[in-house]
């Protein structure tokens, strides 16, 4: 009985993958990483909400700290941002989780020691993306892990509704 649940769940869930498109937002100053056969390749896998941002300026910095404007940033850490807003991507990283619960993924060219516990990213990319491949794998990791968040708060949510009918219904019958 229990495997008839979990296929019956995996079906679920799979229809619900297929169904959700992450609106994702890559910010890096180098157009190469990231490049256009990356993206192809993504757009024909199903991703087709992917913008670019190349360098972030106030215009920019309110698309990203807007909630719901983007279900994934993807940021690299250096070169990426206008020193009035921030010293770097870090710190970027910082004035966007304040504002906004979108999945955080960092990455650098750079081989620097990232820790998503310390920098409250969801991800730490440590590996240059080298093939489309590699990309659409790294997009589907983050969409099941996003979904996965989702179903949980549903869940909470769903909890929380059915204790609170529970309890009216309870006192309207004293």
């Known amino acids: 009985m229990a495997n008839i649940g979990r296929v019956l769940a995996n079906k679920v869930g799979r229809a ?41 300026r106030s215009a920019e910095l309110d698309q990203l700290i807007t909630p719901g404007k983007y279900d994934v940033i993807i940021l690299d ?9 921030a010293v ?10 304040r504002s906004n619960s979108a999945y955080l993924a960092l990455t650098s060219a750079h081989q620097y020691h990232l820790d998503k516990r310390t920098l409250q990213a969801d991800r730490i990319i440590e590996n240059r993306i080298m093939t489309a491949v590699d990309f659409v794998k790294l997009l589907d990791e983050i969409t099941e892990e996003l979904l996965e968040r989702k179903i949980k ?14 309890k009216k219904s309870v ?4």
Do not use: M
């Open 77 to 85: 850490i250096k070169g990426v941002v206008h020193p009035d807003i």
């Open 16 to 56: 619900i993958f297929e169904r959700y498109q992450p609106s994702i937002v890559i910010v890096d100053d180098t157009k190469a990483n990231f490049g256009k056969v990356l993206l192809e390749h993504a757009k024909r896998c199903g991703y087709n909400r992917i913008d670019r941002i190349h360098y972030v």
């Open 171 to 174: 006192a309207a019958s004293s």
């Open 88 to 97: 770097d991507g870090l710190q970027l990283s910082e004035l966007i989780r």
């Open 153 to 166: 708060f549903a869940k909470k949510l769903g909890l929380r509704a059915a204790s609170f009918l529970l």
